[in-house]
């Protein structure tokens, strides 16, 4: 295989080469030689049967353990690699189907019917592969908060009813829990008709990846999109989650400004940290005092980890391991610079108070026409994921306003002029 590289690496150098030759002759000329477009031709050719011939070894020596490791048939994982190698051809030699060859055009359609909706009316999109869209989704959680923290619902609808999240009944004896006597109503009653249904929107991110690049990294380009569809994601529903307008915006409903969730604000006299205290007994829901967490911004962060107590230990505790949070007033605490507006913490147990939910699928599209293709050799991609989230039980969590103390000096950092 790694001969096969090698004289991939080669070709690749040979492509761009004759490429460069091949424009160098249009803006002399007006149009490129036959046989440099012949030349051309026959590279792409031999490129694409090298990466066929690497495919069809990589999936021969990764097939037994892949099916170790999730279960799926060597038919299924062979179709996979199919739709994920002409995915990436898609991606490197221009965004046209027309680009694709008969096998390979058959491999990004054969995919669920539920996924096929996503770029019936959609100009050159093209449907990400189940293993790069799940990569994503997996860097984009370890990003966004509040993806760890609240109820995340995949679905293949656009909406999803709020009131199924909305409570609970138990009851011993089976007397709250008598189907006969299921009273619906009851379970609606706190829930406007304007607010019955969550949405999922559309999320865009776009990326631009050096043309050159495209050509050098081919197995690298997976890896590429990965982390810079992921970083863009991230902030867009970080912030989304916490402060998104709502569906009439076509956004997220965000936490910090859902009409139904209580904000508080100190009294005159009272100290931040008094009212951090008091935020754990302000939610309504008694499960939420009890199981709550608090999400805090970095200047709330840095101002409660200056703080000691009489005896001169710091209030705040670090993590007891790795991977875990740290803890104020025996509580775990998560820091997320969303949090805005003059808010300065949220409290509460967020996975009962919040629910994301995910659309199945992404679809990504790329633009050889944009004006940084054409000009500065930038080709942009565009991607398009699906998702949603609105508070489904406010009653489970408590938002503190307040302008967080100046340090006053304390701290002990002065910047430094050049």
């Known amino acids: 295989m790694d001969e096969m590289i090698k004289e ?11 490429n460069d030759k091949r424009e160098e002759e249009v803006k002399k000329f007006g149009e490129s030689t036959a046989e440099t477009q012949k030349k051309m031709d026959d590279l792409n050719e ?20 892949q099916t170790e490791q999730n279960g799926k048939s060597d038919e299924q994982i062979e179709k996979e690699m199919k739709q994920k190698s002409a995915f990436l051809k898609f991606m490197r030699a221009g965004g046209r189907q027309d680009n694709l060859d008969a096998e390979e055009k058959k491999a990004i359609a054969d995919v669920p019917m539920h996924l096929k909706a ?5 100009l050159g999109e093209l449907i990400v592969p189940e293993d790069v869209d799940r990569e994503i989704q997996m860097a984009v959680h370890d990003q966004v908060i509040m993806r760890q923290l609240a109820r995340v619902v995949p679905t293949s609808s656009n909406r999803m009813r709020r009131t199924m999240f909305n409570k609970l009944t138990a009851g011993y004896g089976k007397l709250e829990t008598n189907v006969d006597n299921y009273d619906v109503k009851k379970f609606e009653s706190d829930v406007i008709p304007a607010r019955e249904w969550l949405f ?14 495209l050509m050098d990294s081919e ?14 994601f991230a902030y867009t ?10 569906n009439n915006y076509e956004e997220p409903e965000g936490l910090l400004v859902d009409p139904f969730v209580k904000h508080f604000k100190l ?30 911004n970095a200047e709330t962060e840095l101002y409660t980890r200056t703080q000691k107590d009489d005896t001169g230990n710091y209030m705040w505790q670090p993590p007891v391991q790795a991977g875990k949070p740290a803890s104020l007033f025996g509580k775990p605490v998560y820091k997320d610079d969303s949090i805005g507006k003059g808010a300065a913490a949220v409290y509460g147990d967020i996975k009962r108070a919040y629910t994301i939910l995910d659309r199945n699928g992404m679809t990504i599209r790329r633009y050889d026409q944009a004006a940084s293709a054409m000009e500065n050799d930038i080709i942009p991609f565009r ?29 002990e950092l002065i910047e430094v002029t050049p």
């Open 8 to 18: 991939l690496q080669k070709a690749t150098k040979a492509l761009q080469d004759t």
């Open 46 to 65: 031999q490129i694409t049967k090298m990466q066929d011939q690497l495919n069809e070894m990589a999936t021969k020596q990764n097939r037994r353990h």
């Open 118 to 122: 996503l770029v019936e009316d959609s």
């Open 200 to 213: 999922v929107q559309n999320l865009y991110a776009l990326t631009g990846v050096g043309e050159d690049q």
């Open 219 to 232: 197995f690298n380009l997976t890896q590429i999109i990965t982390q810079m569809f992921a970083e863009a």
């Open 237 to 246: 529903e970080g912030n989304a989650f916490m402060n998104g307008r709502g």
């Open 267 to 296: 009294t005159t006299d009272a100290k931040l940290l008094d009212g951090l205290l008091s935020l754990q007994y302000a939610p309504k829901d008694k499960i939420a005092r009890d199981n709550g967490v608090y999400i805090i």
């Open 383 to 411: 991607a398009k994921a699906r998702n949603g989230g609105g508070v489904t039980r406010p009653e489970a969590v408590a938002v503190l306003e307040t302008e967080v103390p100046n340090l006053g000096g304390k701290l």
